[in-house]
């Protein structure tokens, strides 16, 4: 059967795979799929019972906290990224319970790293 191909407008088998076909690219980055694993799944867990499921910085009020006991929309932070240094990705002295707000502002660099691994230390001095 003869069909008109939606890429190029000509009239192909509707068998045939056009060369003007994008091609997919779904290319997963190591990072990506090291979130997907089990042992990311019990080490983020991990840290969120350490933190108490609370955000960190919400807690300690800093950068525009608009609630101080932030349980909502929480995530475990890398402070020293995945794709910067692969080793550090399962260290406790790397990883910091934070809200989707704050994770923003993290990853945007607007918390700089210094004042992040300064709570994480404080949060691994309690244990």
Known sequence: MLISCQYCGKIHDSKYICDKRPKRK??????????RTNRWQKKREEIKQ???NL?????RELYNTRNKYNTKD???????????????RLDNDNLLTVCEYH??????GEIPRKIVQKIIDEQ???I
């Open 74 to 88: 929480l995530s475990v932070h890398h402070n020293i990224p995945i794709n910067e240094n692969y080793d550090k």
């Open 50 to 52: 350490r933190d108490l």
């Open 55 to 59: 955000c960190q910085i919400c807690i």
């Open 26 to 35: 779904k290319e997963i980055s190591e990072a990506d799929r090291f979130r």
């Open 103 to 108: 994770h923003k502002m993290c990853e945007r």
């Open 124 to 126: 691994e001095s309690k």
